[in-house]
T-cell receptor, first 112, second 114 residues
Framework: KQEVTQIPAALSVPEGENLVLNCSFT??????LQWFRQDPGKGLTSLLL?????REQTSGRLNASLDKSSGRSTLYIAASQPGDSATYLC???????????FGKGTRLSVIA | DAGVIQSPRHEVTEMGQEVTLRCKPI?????LFWYRQTMMRGLELLIY????????DSGMPEDRFSAKMPNASFSTLKIQPSEPRDSAVYFC????????????FGAGTRLSVL
């Protein structure tokens, strides 16, 4: 069964710290991987998408890397801010135009 | 485009009642997905459509759940009869098949079955 796992389930850091969120997946033959942000009671906002042929993607203070051989992705957040507090979800597809398989997310709290 | 539009945003109903959730995908998108989010199980696929045709409904939990897509701009997810364990947030997402499977999500419908 194709699964996505995120560890830790929750993380609390002081403002200004750099941090890494982890995502692992079974079956390394992925099509693409996406990182989403979800604020409490809200929908999902796509942050970064990495195609299977790519190693990383960057957007502002966010950098996502992909290591297919080890079945892992990381989301690096630089100089964290209280506004970064949210749940971050990793999602994978193993072929084009198929449903995303989600991890259960990491709930991040950045303390001022 | 206004994005994926879901209605209602919140629904509170009593056990045994029929519930209908609605979704309008982004214009021109040819794939539509229904997901359900619960604390215990996270986000899981219920069903998805391509060009209005259901492709995979293996995630639909029971016969009480049904989904339709009568045209390219509208889909419904119906629960009849509803049960308290159906309480969750239901998300709709759409994508264009040639666009690398970047899925755009609606704001979700928060369903509470009392």
């Amino acid at each position: 069964k194709q699964e996505v796992t995120q560890i830790p389930a929750a993380l609390s850091v002081p403002e200004g710290e750099n941090l890494v969120l982890n995502c692992s997946f079974t079956d390394s033959a992925i099509y693409n991987l996406q990182w989403f942000r979800q604020d409490p009671g809200k929908g999902l906002t796509s942050l970064l998408l990495i195609q299977s042929s790519q190693r990383e993607q960057t957007s502002g203070r966010l950098n996502a890397s992909l290591d297919k051989s080890s079945g892992r992705s990381t989301l690096y957040i630089a100089a964290s801010q209280p506004g970064d507090s949210a749940t971050y979800l990793c999602a994978v597809t193993w072929s084009g135009n198929t449903p995303l398989v989600f991890g259960k997310g990491t709930r991040l709290s950045v303390i001022a | 485009d206004a994005g994926v539009i879901q209605s209602p945003r919140h629904e509170v109903t009593e056990m045994g009642q029929e519930v209908t959730l609605r979704c309008k995908p982004i214009s021109g998108h040819d794939y539509l997905f229904w997901y359900r989010q619960t604390m215990m199980r996270g986000l899981e696929l219920l069903i998805y459509f391509n060009n209005n045709v259901p492709i995979d409904d293996s995630g639909m939990p029971e016969d009480r759940f049904s989904a339709k897509m009568p045209n390219a701009s509208f889909s419904t997810l119906k629960i009849q009869p509803s049960e308290p364990r159906d309480s969750a947030v239901y998300f709709c997402a759409s994508t264009l098949g040639t666009a690398g499977n970047i899925q755009y999500f609606g704001a979700g419908t928060r369903l509470s079955v009392l």
